[in-house]
Every structure is written in structure tokens, then in C-alpha cells.
């Protein structure tokens, strides 16, 4: 007997957010095959940015129809298109978009933040020549969008499966773009290196942790293991060593302690719009795919595994703001100030209640903003050489080159500031209502004491903004008269940037009320 | 034959990997022992899919494949970046980012 094929039923327009940022990437590939050099540009941006945007346009067409009927599971249960699944598509691309405009920007001499042929050995005749005729690495665009694709299914994945292969796609584009910077390239590629020695050596221990799953349940369906967990009995090893494996693979993702080492490293050497984008996306898919896991198939297992993801949650925050107060690169300062933050966000993860779920996509929404901007800014910040009519090089990034920096460039630097108030909680801003509900939902779950910890470390936190912000405003630069810092003058789209993120993060502090009901309408995950 | 020897024999190999990965200085070799790792998950994930009766377990070990070669891909154009600028693949001898 021969068995019947079956064709898969597949709901195209629940997918349509997915398919539009991938199919722009797969035509962006596309036209670096056939269109001439001179149209690469143009045509890469309006397909990235079009893509994008028609992304956002159809996560808003679906969310009516998400919120009456809570989502439905398609491709045969590979994707969960739920309420948080949805509304982190919808983040991750109105992100994405922002972090492409800044990735996009250029200065007024043509250079873009990347190297001009990445192919090149560095100090190369042949890098000189690339650099000089001016040529581009267009193709970090469609690259982009491969990896926004990929964060964009890893929050829905509804297999282990689906899970391992969103995340290979949304981490392997990015391993590439890390080692593509214009200036600094050895930072960069060793920032690659090390990004993709540590994320390959992650995704294996997540495997590993996928494949005892699948041995205890008998399926790599999220909705089965759940079932598993409450009717399987004496294979509890299997369970508990697979759930802490994958769990490790997604905790490196988000760079939560002690899986943290990569990211000051890659955050400080990859080219800086892309560290901003790396910083902002990665953590919001990652955080999407760990809250489905332990909402979904954790509550059975909450005195086995959710006492280590407490601990990692108390040390990360611990850890990153002590690391943070003793950095002297603004970006390494940024990096252990986003693992901090990761804490932050587990915080809300563990509090296992239903606030809990909201709380942690609206800090991932205010977190992401205020991260672009920040690091848009950063990429704005030059280094002059000496003399006069000294060019404009590399990213200004130790702190002391910053110094006075808000007298010459007070809007820029107020934008900062405002960024790095969201980051430390002050009122007013974001970050401080992403906090409150992060911390209200976790004393909601019982765990007052994690969040005595994680308003201490808030407390200390504020001491390295403020400390950035003295800088800026209050201290004049040491040495000679001519300042040796300066805002490099570009396209425009980085202000454009900049200025979404700061009016949405002022916005969101002022009046999050429509966004906080708008996420809490979609806060609950099916099966 | 007792299929619970393959999944020791896949426990055994991925710890070989991991301290392949922890204890060698060659980038190439610590991606090997990256590519161990894999492939020790590909084992017991065919092993249970043999242990339940299911097809799944066969499958998700072709995915795992095309990942594995992608990802050897984007490893090896990175190694072979590193090695050209610096004449060596070892990884301690990138060492510029630290505090």
C-alpha cells in the first residue's frame, strides 16, 4: 500500500510579515548579481527599506484579526502566530527599519560604515584601490534582511526544529556583518571570530539540548513536550539536561551571565549601526523565543529549571553594572550596560504571570529604540587627525574623547543623554516604565528579592551614565585648543534615526498607556 | 544491540567536541570540534527517532546537515580573513578586545 500525499495547507497571509523581509533579501541577492554598480545602492535601499515597511504594514493588517481569535498555528504547528509572536515581528521590523537607516547612512565624502571591498587584507594595495574608487559592500543588505528574517521566525518557531534553524538564519548574516567594518578592521574581524567561534559553540549545546528533548517527548513540537512533561514519568533527566541546554543556547544569545563574554568584545569591534542592530534585534528575538519556552513548557518544570534562570537573572544584572562603571570604550560601556539589561528583562520572564509577558515586550520595545539611538549616535562621533584641515577617521569611542562634547553639539548630545536616561530608569523617559513593569510583574510572581537586586543595580547603574553625561556637558576637553573630536556631517538618515528613537522614547515614558493596552490585548500564548 | 550504547557513544563524542573547542588554539580545529558537536547531536537524534518509532528525529538530522554546511561557510571565510591579515589562525593570538 502506497501512502496518500497530502499537500500542506499554508496560510500565506499569517506569513506575510515573514516572507516580505526574506523575499526582499533573496531579490536583494538578486541585484547584486545583475545590476550594475552604480544602481546596487539605490536598488538595495528601496528594497530594504520597502521590505521592511510593507512588514510592519502587514504585522498591523493581521493584529485585529490576532487579537479576536488569539492566533493560529500554521505550516502543520513549525509556526505559532500568536499574540507575543506578532507583536515581536511587528517590533523586531519597526527596529529593523530604524537600524537600517543608520546601517544605510553615509558620510558627505560617500563612506558608509563598511569596508569598501571586506575581502581585502587590511593595509592592502588592494584595499587602497577598492577604497579609492569608491566601491561598496552592497550586499550587507540583503544580509540584514536574511538575519531580520530569521528574528523574525525565531519568536513564533513552534519546533525545536523551526527554533535551531530560525536561529542559525538570524545569527550567521550577523557573524559575517561583525567583521565588515570600514575603519578599526582588525577589531572587526576579531570580533567576528570570536562572535562566530562562541555562537557556533552555543547553537551546538542548543542542539544537543534539542535533541534529549526530543528523546523525552518523542517530538520536537513545543505543544507535545508540554503534554510530555505532564504525562511522561522516569525520564526526568532527559527533560531537565535538555531544557537547561536549550536554554543555554538562547541565554548566550541575549548575553545573559555567564554567557556574556562575547559581547563587549563584538560589541566594541563590529561596525557600529550594526552593533546597534545586532543589540537591539538579536536581544528582542532571543528574549520572544526564551518567554514562548518557559511559558509554554516550563510551568511544569518551575522548582527545577526556573531557580538557575533566577540566579542567571541576579547575577547578570549584578555583573553587567559592575562591569559597566569600570569601562573606559563608550561602546564596551554599552555592551555591559545591554547585558545589565538583559537581567532586567529576565527578571520579567521569570515572573511567570501574565503582566509578566507584557512587561517584558514593551521593555524589549523601549530597550531596542534606546539602543539604535545610542549607538547611531556613537557612529556619529569622530575622531580628527592632528594639524589643520585634519580628516575625519575612525569612531571617537574612548570616554575622554567626549568630553565637552555637549557644548559643540548640544541636540546630538541631548539626544544621547535622553538615550542613556531610558537606559538608567529615570522618569520621564522609556526605560523607567519598562522597568516599573518589569519589576511590578516579578514582585506579581513572588520574587520580591530579585527585584531588590535589580532596583540596586538600577541604583548603581545611573552612577556611569550620569558620569557620560557630566562628561559631555561639564568638563572641558584636556590638551591642545582644536577640539579632536567632532560630529561627522552625513546623508541624514542616522538624524532621521535618531530622532524616531527619541521622540518614541520621550513618548513612550509620557503616555505609554495605548502601548502598554495594545501589548497586553496580545500577551498570551497558545500552545 | 542495546540502542541506549549509541546515545553513550553520542554523549562521548560531544564531550570530545567540547573539549576539543575548550582546550585547542587553531581556529580550524576548534571548529572541528564544533563540527563533533553536531554530529553527536545528528547521532542521538537519529537514535531517538530509531528508540520512538518516528520519523522526525531522521529529518531534523538533514537540516542539521545544510546548517552544519552553511555554517562551515561562513567559519572558514572568516578564519581564511583572520589568517591573511595576521598570517595565523591561532585564537589567542586575536587579542586586541579586552578591557
Known sequence: MTAQFVAPEIA????????????AGVVGVLVEAFAPQRLRRPLQLVLALGGTAAAIVAVAALWPQTVADGGTVVLGGSMVLDGPALALQGVVAALGLVGLLVIADRTETGEDAFAPSAAAVPGSDYEEVARRRGLAQTEIFPLVLFSLGGMMIFPAAGDLLTLFVALEVLSLPLYLLAGMARRRRLLSQEASLKYFMLGAFASAFFLFGAALLYGFAGSVRLSDITVAVGSVTGLDPLLIAGSVLVLVGLLFKVGAVPFHAWTPDVYQGSPTPIT??????????????MLRLVYVVMPGLEWDVMPVLWGVAALTMVVGTVAAIVQTDVKRMLGYSSVAHAGFILVGVVALTQSGITSVLFYLLVYGLATIGAFAVVALVREVNAGPGG???AEATHLSQWAGLGRRHPVLAGSFVLFLLSFAGIPLTAGFIGKFTVFSAAVEGGLWWLVVVGVLASAAAVFFYVRLVVLMFFTEPAGPDAPTTTVVRTDGLSQVAIGV??????????????????????AVFIP | MNLSNYLVLSAVLFTIGTSVVLLRRNAIIVFMGIELMLNASNLAFVTFARMHGDLTGQVVAFFVMVVAAAEVVIGLAIIVAIYRTRRSASVDDANLLKS
Not at chain 1, 12 to 23: D, E, N, T
Not at chain 1, 276 to 289: Q, V
Not at chain 1, 502 to 516: F, K, Y
Request: aromatic fraction near 6%; include cysteine.
Open chain 1, 391 to 393: 580628516a575625519v577617521v
Open chain 1, 12 to 23: 500565506w497571509a499569517q506569513l506575510l510579515p515573514v516572507i516580505l523581509v526574506l523575499g
Open chain 1, 276 to 289: 546597534g542592530f545586532m543589540a537591539a534585534c538579536t536581544k528582542i528575538a532571543a528574549f520572544g523565543a
Open chain 1, 501 to 522: 528613537a527619541a521622540v518614541a522614547t520621550v513618548a513612550l515614558g509620557v503616555v505609554p498607556g495605548p502601548v502598554l493596552d495594545a501589548l497586553g490585548d496580545v
